[in-house]
């Protein structure tokens, strides 16, 4: 059974920095494509950022810069490091994982407020 488990959401200042952590189990992980989505309220779901079984990494024009994606193979982690949030990076933010299936995690309220 696969599972994703996101954690490391919660509530920051404009400004400020969280790093989301994403645990995988049930799945050969070093050979997954590994991504991290967001929902904001009312919005459409919206890739942000990918790391493939190389490592290589891209990311959306909305968190270029800010946002840094990683994983670390030997404990099947993947990491979403987020610096200086804004109000509208506000959105629960969900792990993903893809081979040639497809899986996803419950997700992570990031709330992004003063």
């Known amino acids: 059974q696969v599972q994703l488990v996101e954690s490391g959401g919660g509530l920051v200042q404009p400004g400020g920095s969280l790093r989301l952590s994403c645990a995988a189990s049930?799945?050969?992980?070093?050979?997954?494509?590994m991504a991290w989505y967001r929902q904001a309220p009312g919005e459409q779901r919206e890739l942000i950022a990918v790391i493939t079984s190389g490592g290589r990494t891209t990311y959306s024009d909305s968190v270029k810069g800010r946002f840094t994606i990683s994983r670390v193979n030997n404990k099947n982690t993947v990491y979403l490091q987020m610096n200086s949030l804004q109000p509208e990076d506000t959105a629960v933010y969900y792990c993903?994982?893809?081979?040639?299936?497809?899986?996803w995690g419950q997700g992570t309220l990031v709330t992004v407020s003063s």
């Open positions: 993903n994982g893809a081979r040639d299936d497809v899986y």
């Open positions: 049930g799945l050969r992980f070093s050979t997954y494509t």
